[in-house]
């Protein structure tokens, strides 16, 4: 019961990061069409800047200022770069966007070298949130913050106590990306900004006729959309790993969470971020072996195939490229996406 | 008219054959050395994989993150072809191995392509990145078929030698290799020429309007798909033969990767364009890696620039130049070459020597704070020379901007005459 509890909100956790990711995606391809290939690359400039800053001025102003750079150093890009190509068409966009990963991983890797550097969490988010102490006789309790190591051991054989902490990181990671979501919720529907916004998406020549700076408004939905990665990368490269191959190990996984939602819907890009966050948290505690588990369905394997790797395969192995079969299949089923609208 | 400019352009065409089979008859002549016989080499197989990329690119308009696949899985089972037919009962022989390769990535595009091109645009980019990551982490979990973090190798120097020929020297090799390169790039000369290559570029421009007269885009798109497939596998296949090893990085999103931007920047609307591209790639992989440790850096920056300002590669801008030669105006722009060229190779050097002095105390700390670049000592340690070269790169860019804008306006202005001549030769009868 504790694992799952623990492995759920572990997976909500990483769906949310990967929702912060995949909102400012969205949001920039449905409004310029132009899928942002560099979108991690500016997740991975946050966590680094982040660093700087961190090592500077301190963790909380790094969690402010780090997004506020990278989110200018996108509407610089934007302006500078991508507005240029923008009249050949979709594919130079594209192309521009991947040219810039390359620049990018490159200009990390001179600045701050190629192995990961320290980014630690300030010492207010490390240890646990909570811990959950499931006791075989009193039964499952919830302690606010750490326990002591006591509580968790016994000298009795005949009980069973499992504490199982989680981290005050992952817990501020959900809090962030809840009020990050609650807040573009807000700003695009009850706000004015908002209101132009949704105006230069859908009708951008009317919106232009009413006297609204439309390609203005395209570079700063681009700075905000990078800017919402660099928030993603403090917090991710603090939880995780700040290393110069963060970008490609989240990046394809965005584009995934983005093309299974349905291009262009954020909230179908949210039910995708979750879905894919828990399936992949779920599959990597899992030490059951493909062929155990088809045994255990009543599949027994044929004999040529037992012993081989592929039934030696555990379920945690899988779980990198389960995104990816969930992408094949949804294609297959469900051209579209999960919400997406148009067909393309 | 119509009639002798036809069978001339025809003769033209046959002479240009010729010669691209002459430079590769005698190429290894000129440069006999071991290093470039096989820089040689992987220009073949290069050449095969960036034009069958093309093939997708240029003419479909289909953006793949993904043809690493093909010409990897084609690598692999050409490899175990190799391994299981060719030994002592000569079932395979050794120079129809990249067959095989081609035969498996035809396949494995049925496959893959069925799910790939039923999209177009930015979803069928996406679809490929996803389908490449897949097949990239499947490879690190089945080490039967993919050899693990070792990878497969094999021996080509198997079976009696055919005609002399047993493929121990690297240069009998190579010329297996541009026989098959001459073949295939004939043969997808001609796929530009045919009905579905046309139909291909049609689909590219506007899908809906072939829809209307009659044609399932998605299936042309997926055909094309498929021949891409093949040719990229045969290229795989000469890979295997040439390394005799395969691993994972085959398949790798790097290798993807680099079919993109040499293909493009060699130019993907002209049919040469990947050509070019493909020896550039080389050139850029075995020398310009040895030269510099930052050369992602500039390889993506020039990457950028040409997107920006050339995106019809180089092949463009060889075929722009080339007409403003035929009507002899190349002359007066020449100045305004010149000073661009001037004043680009001074912002070059700037930043290539502050980037590698950036590296240098990245990577190389240890060895002292004085780097030699091109001839001269830098001090990584001191503030004049850090200084110097930000005030130097300044004024280059300064420079370049305006002999950036001087040759824009000439080449604006030369070209306006050139129109102008043109409305003026279809005005008089």
Known sequence: MEFFLITSLNGLCYGLLLFMLSSGLTLIFSMMGVLNFAHASF??????????????????????????????????????????????????????????????????????????????????????????????????????????????STADAALRIVCSPFPATRGFMMLVAITMLASIWLLLTRTRVGLVIQAALTHPDAAESLGHNVPRVFMLVFGAGAGLAGLAGVIGGSTFL?????????????????????????????????????????AVSLDYSVGSVLGSLGMAMAPSWQGTSLARLTIAQVAPILPYLLLVLILIFRPRGLLGSREG | MSATSYTGARWGSVWLWLVFALVMLVMPRIFDSGLSITMLSQMGIAIIACLSYNMLLGQGGMLSFGHAVYTGLGSFVAIHALNAWSGASPALPVSLVPLAGGFAGMGFAVLFGYVTTRKSGTTFAMITLGLAELVFAMSLMVPEFFGGEGGVSGNRVVGAPVLGISYGPAVQVYYLIALYTLVCVVLMYAF????????????????????????????????????????????????ALNFEIVNAEVVGAARSGGYLLFTFLGGATFFFGPILGAVLMVLAFVMLSEITKAWLLYLGGVFMLMVMYAPGGLASLIMLNLRVARHGKLRVLLPAYGLLALSGAVCALGFSALVEMVYHRQLDAAMGPVLRFLGTSLDTSSAAHWSGLLVYLAIGVLFFEWSRRRFALQWNAVHQSMEDERLRAAATP
């Open chain 1, 242 to 282: 700040t290393e110069p191959a963060m970008a490609a190990t989240v990046g394809s996984i965005v584009f995934v969470v983005v093309v299974v939602g349905g291009l262009g819907s954020l909230s179908g890009a949210f039910i995708a971020s979750l879905l894919i966050g828990i399936v992949q948290t779920f």
């Open chain 1, 43 to 152: 997740y991975m400039l946050g966590a680094y800047i982040g660093y700087s800053i961190s090592q500077l001025l301190g963790f909380w102003t790094a969690l402010v200022l780090a997004p506020l750079v990278v989110g200018a150093l996108g509407a610089a890009f934007e302006r500078y770069f991508l507005r240029r190509v923008h009249k050949f068409g979709h594919v130079p966009e594209l192309l521009i966007t991947f040219g810039l990963t390359y620049v990018v991983l490159e200009v990390v890797q001179l600045v701050w070298g190629r192995i990961a550097v320290d980014f630690a969490p300030p010492a207010l988010l490390q240890g646990p949130a909570f811990t959950l102490v499931n006791h075989s006789v009193a039964g499952l309790s919830l302690h606010g913050g750490a326990v002591a190591p006591e509580l968790c």
């Open chain 2, 192 to 239: 530009t020429q045919t009905p579905l290559g046309r139909l291909l570029n049609a689909v590219r421009d506007n899908p809906e309007r072939v829809e209307f007269i009659g044609y399932n885009p998605q299936r042309i798109r997926y055909t094309a798909f498929i021949i891409a497939g093949f040719f990229a596998g045969i290229s795989g296949g000469l890979g």
